[in-house]
Nanobody, 118 residues
Framework: QVQLVESGGGLVQAGGSLRLSCAASRTIFSINKMGWYRQAPGMQREWVTAITVGDTTSYADSVKGRFTISRDNAKNTVYLQMNSLKPEDTAVYYC????????????WGKGTLVTVSS
């Protein structure tokens, strides 16, 4: 079992930056994939980015070039650096962990709200 706790959300102006953190309750060294989804008001949850245990990263087209995911196994934490934020990035951001590459999400965090004002 893994508990994931997100932090770092808040209100930022368009063009600004935020860094989200996802702290895990145990070592993430053996978790094959971790990443982020987001859910805007009235919208379905959408995948944003992921990082594998081998540090391979992938991004949704909508955030490519602006967001960067990283993981610090020593701190059991995954980060999401978000730059050049746009109002359409406004959403609740959820951290997730999947034990198997290509497998389902096994664990979710409760989310952190990011609001980007125009």
């Amino acid at each position: 079992q893994v508990q994931l706790v997100e932090s770092g959300g808040g209100l930022v102006q368009a063009g600004g930056s935020l860094r989200l953190s996802c702290a895990a309750s145990r070592t993430i060294f053996s978790i094959n994939k971790m990443g982020w989804y987001r859910q805007a008001p009235g919208m379905q949850r959408e995948w944003v980015t992921a990082i594998t245990v081998g540090d391979t990263t992938s991004y949704a087209d909508s955030v490519k070039g602006r967001f960067t995911i990283s993981r610090d196994n020593a701190k059991n934490t995954v980060y999401l650096q978000m730059n050049s934020l746009k109002p359409e990035d406004t959403a609740v951001y959820y951290c997730y962990a999947a034990q198997l590459l290509g497998g389902p999400v096994d664990y979710w965090g409760k989310g952190t709200l990011v609001t980007v004002s125009s």
